[in-house]
């Protein structure tokens, strides 16, 4: 056991086994958010490194064992989160805490065969969450093929609304635009919820106005997000092909959803027998046995007329040069896939098209679920995603009862700075409210602030 912390917490009781990058990504986070965490990995150097930079508790040993999950305060536990690289191990350390303790559980699972049975897994050994980074990401991705313009695409209400992030590009129409210009004369359909301008981020009110260069993120119904794009004179139609580098996991996730999609997908791996696998997996995509970083192959295969490239190899550098000779020889749509989050002002300053996190696409939902289990208050948390670099976060919370903010003219609230509340869905209708229109108990509503750490809809309000 190593370094102890102060039992007089306000926050939830948190058990984090495996100590890679999503485990020290949720240490972070969690601890910054009030909970007291206690870590188990096997490596004890780890572990003691860990406890120490966060002022936490660490045990080293095996997170499946019974008498280790003992002595790390299972019993005290509310929630057990296993991050190992092991979906075998991560399943077992949460169905022995679920046995012996009263907490919840959430395993990482990366397994195809697992990801296609989590419903069944989750119900039959009582898990809360079962999380696949992968699938995820590739989710985000095949979202951004299908609206390439887009930077970023993600999905609110079960997928009725989008958050949409794109650049404003030279003589754009909404160059030197105001919010207010564009809501009366170009679309009232649309939310504009946060805007980047040299690396500062703005919660916009109808006077501000665009300009050229500028990171928009809006929202919409699904349906109408497209329509605004071509309206301001973005093409939107979704890519017809698209090549991968790299053909693990991510890749392969990928492809399926790209091929339901009706897109052809090539694939170029440079180990042989995955190359096999992968052919009998994908047997409508193109497998490609080579280096993926040899040029003379790239240009083989066709590089410099696809309309989208996706680097997916597992190593960041490796990616990040593939992103970038892509965006030299071809005019594709690039997504790049980073796992480390060093060096992320150098990273920003590349043109890396669009950029996907896969361990913070699993910390989000992680996050998402211990801020709802701690509010015991009238209304919940159903999905959460940050933005610019975690300085803005979009929250939609689900209002199960009547508080200060239901039935009241979203006007004549007394709500905090920095905050926009961007739709509310009201029995699957997306509503982008005005001023006259109110809360009602039953709605899931967005909220989009710089303000962090909201765990109930009334803390919009001052």
């Known amino acids: 056991m190593f370094k102890a912390k102060n039992p007089i917490h306000p926050g939830l009781n948190i058990i984090i086994v495996g100590c890679g990058k999503v485990g020290i990504?949720?240490?972070?986070?969690?601890?910054?958010?009030?909970?007291?965490?206690?870590?188990?990995?096997?490596?004890?150097?780890?572990?003691?490194?860990?406890?120490s930079t966060y002022d936490i508790m660490g045990y080293a040993g095996n997170g499946a064992s019974y008498n280790v999950q003992i002595e790390a305060g299972i019993e005290q536990a509310d929630l057990i989160i296993a991050v190992t690289n092991s979906d075998e191990l991560n399943l077992l350390c949460c169905t022995v805490a679920t046995q012996v303790g009263n907490c919840a559980g959430i395993a990482r699972v990366r397994t195809p065969d697992y990801s296609s049975e989590s419903t069944y897994l989750r119900e039959k050994l009582g898990l809360a969450l079962i999380i696949n980074p992968e699938l995820e990401a590739s989710k985000e991705a095949a979202r951004i093929l299908y609206l390439?313009?887009?930077?970023?695409?993600?999905?609110?209400?079960?997928?009725?609304?989008?958050?949409?992030?794109?650049?404003?590009?030279?003589?754009?129409?909404?160059d030197n635009t105001t919010i207010a210009f564009l809501g009366k004369n170009i679309t009232p359909d649309i939310l504009i919820c946060a805007i980047e301008r040299n690396g500062e981020?703005?919660?916009?009110?109808?006077?501000?106005?665009?300009?050229?260069?500028?990171?928009?993120?809006?929202?919409?119904?699904?349906?109408?997000?497209?329509?605004?794009?071509?309206?301001?004179?973005?093409?939107?139609?979704?890519?017809?092909?698209?090549?991968?580098?790299?053909g693990g996991r991510a890749a392969y996730y990928l492809a399926k959803q790209l091929l339901q999609m009706g897109i052809s997908v090539k694939i170029i791996e440079i180990d042989k027998n995955r190359c096999e696998e992968l052919s009998i997996l994908l047997p409508r995509a193109?497998?490609?046995?080579?280096?993926?970083?040899?040029?003379?192959?790239?240009?083989?295969?066709?590089?410099?007329?696809?309309?989208?490239?996706?680097?997916?190899?597992?190593?960041?550098?490796?990616?990040?040069?593939?992103?970038?000779?892509?965006?030299?020889?071809?005019?594709?749509?690039?997504?790049?896939?980073?796992?480390?989050?060093?060096?992320?002002?150098?990273?920003?300053?590349?043109?890396?098209?669009?950029?996907?996190?896969?361990?913070?696409?699993?910390?989000?939902?992680?996050?998402?679920?211990?801020?709802?289990?701690?509010?015991?208050?009238?209304?919940?948390?159903?999905?959460?995603y940050h933005m610019f670099d975690h300085r803005v976060e979009a929250i939609e919370f689900r209002v199960y009862e009547s508080s200060k903010v239901t039935n009241?003219?979203?006007?004549?609230?007394?709500?905090?700075?920095?905050?926009?509340?961007?739709?509310?869905?009201?029995?699957?209708?997306?509503?982008?409210?005005?001023?006259?229109?109110?809360?009602?108990?039953?709605?899931?509503?967005?909220?989009?602030?710089?303000?962090?750490?909201?765990?109930?809809?009334?803390?919009?309000?001052?």
Do not use: W
């Not at 601890?31 to 860990?50: C, L, P």
């Not at 050229?212 to 309206?231: C, H, M, Q, T, Y």
């Open 148 to 174: 390439p313009t887009a930077l970023e695409v993600n999905t609110f209400a079960h997928g009725q609304a989008e958050l949409i992030k794109f650049k404003v590009p030279q003589n754009n129409v909404l």
């Open 408 to 462: 009241v003219p979203l006007m004549n609230l007394p709500l905090k700075k920095d905050l926009l509340i961007s739709f509310i869905n009201r029995n699957g209708k997306i509503l982008i409210p005005s001023g006259q229109d109110s809360i009602q108990v039953g709605d899931t509503v967005m909220v989009v602030t710089t303000h962090t750490g909201f765990k109930d809809i009334r803390d919009i309000l001052k």
């Open 201 to 246: 981020v703005y919660i916009p009110s109808g006077d501000f106005r665009m300009s050229a260069g500028d990171i928009i993120s809006f929202v919409a119904p699904r349906k109408i997000a497209k329509n605004f794009l071509e309206k301001i004179g973005f093409k939107t139609h979704q890519v017809k092909n698209t090549m991968i580098i790299g």
């Open 25 to 51: 990504t949720l240490i972070e986070q969690l601890s910054k958010e009030g909970h007291d965490i206690t870590i188990i990995d096997k490596n004890a150097m780890k572990v003691q490194e860990i406890a």
């Open 286 to 384: 193109i497998i490609i046995h080579g280096d993926g970083t040899d040029q003379d192959l790239l240009k083989e295969e066709g590089i410099e007329f696809v309309e989208s490239f996706v680097a997916l190899t597992g190593m960041d550098e490796e990616n990040i040069l593939l992103t970038l000779y892509a965006r030299q020889v071809s005019n594709a749509k690039v997504i790049t896939k980073i796992n480390r989050f060093t060096f992320k002002s150098v990273i920003n300053t590349l043109d890396l098209g669009s950029v996907v996190y896969p361990r913070y696409i699993t910390s989000e939902a992680i996050i998402a679920y211990v801020r709802a289990k701690k509010n015991s208050m009238g209304s919940n948390i159903e999905t959460l």
